[in-house]
């Protein structure tokens, strides 16, 4: 069964840079990798997608290697209001090869101090 | 554009009752998928329903199921429910396949006593 890891928690200061990685060992061969955004009594919300290499969009940067078997979120210059639950989610290679669960990261808590 | 909605919000039940919890997806999206939060297991994938059919389904046992109307709507039911489904639901829906965003909406937090 794929197992999708994060750090528990980390911890910055505004305007630093913040670089948060997923371990997915099993991900799907044509899965993509997509970060959510979770704060306290709210659903999760996108923040990006990627399949390979790197994907940038106004909030954040999505690497991935080659071998995607990780992939790194990394947000510029964090502010207060980025304190919050960030999630990793990708596929689970099915064994029959036809479904494709979706398996979420354990969960990172970033707090941003000032 | 409406985003998705879950009700009820809030509810409590015992052990051994039923629960139904229902998702109105965004307009256009096909695709809705639940899944439970807890602060242990965290978030973890229930099942996935497009155009009416089960597409993708998680580990959870048999007590967990869930249907899809024509009008995209969704409904999970949980039956003789346990302490340990005690629980924040979600529901998300999406436009498009796997790979489609997902739009979750706030949850239905289910209390078992």
């Known amino acids: 069964l794929a197992k999708t890891t994060q750090p528990i928690s980390m911890d910055s200061y505004e305007g630093q840079e913040v670089n948060i990685t997923c371990s997915h060992n099993n991900i799907a061969t044509n899965d993509y990798i997509t970060w959510y955004q979770q704060f306290p009594s709210q659903g999760p919300r996108f923040i990006i997608q990627?399949?390979?290499t790197k994907v940038t969009n106004e909030v954040a940067s999505l690497f991935i290697p080659a071998d995607r078997k990780s992939s790194t979120l990394s947000l510029p210059r964090v502010s207060l209001s980025d304190t919050a639950v960030y999630y990793c989610l990708v596929g689970d290679r099915d064994y029959g090869g036809a479904t494709n669960k979706l398996i979420f990261g354990t969960g990172t808590l970033l707090a941003v101090q000032p | 554009k409406a985003g998705v909605t879950q009700t009820p919000r809030y509810l409590i039940k015992t052990r051994g009752q039923q629960v139904t919890l229902s998702c109105s997806p965004i307009s256009g999206h096909r695709s809705v998928s639940w899944y439970q939060q807890t602060p242990g297991q965290g978030l973890q994938f229930l099942f996935e329903y497009f155009s009416e059919t089960q597409r993708n389904k998680g580990n959870f046992p048999g007590r967990f199921s869930g249907r899809q109307f024509s009008n995209s709507r969704s409904e999970m039911n949980v039956s003789t429910l346990e302490l340990g489904d005690s629980a924040l639901y979600l529901c998300?829906?999406?436009?498009?396949?796997?790979?489609?965003?997902?739009?979750f909406g706030e949850g239905s937090r289910l209390t078992v006593l």
């Open positions: 998300a829906s999406r436009d498009r396949g796997i790979t489609g965003e997902l739009f």
């Open positions: 990627g399949y390979k």
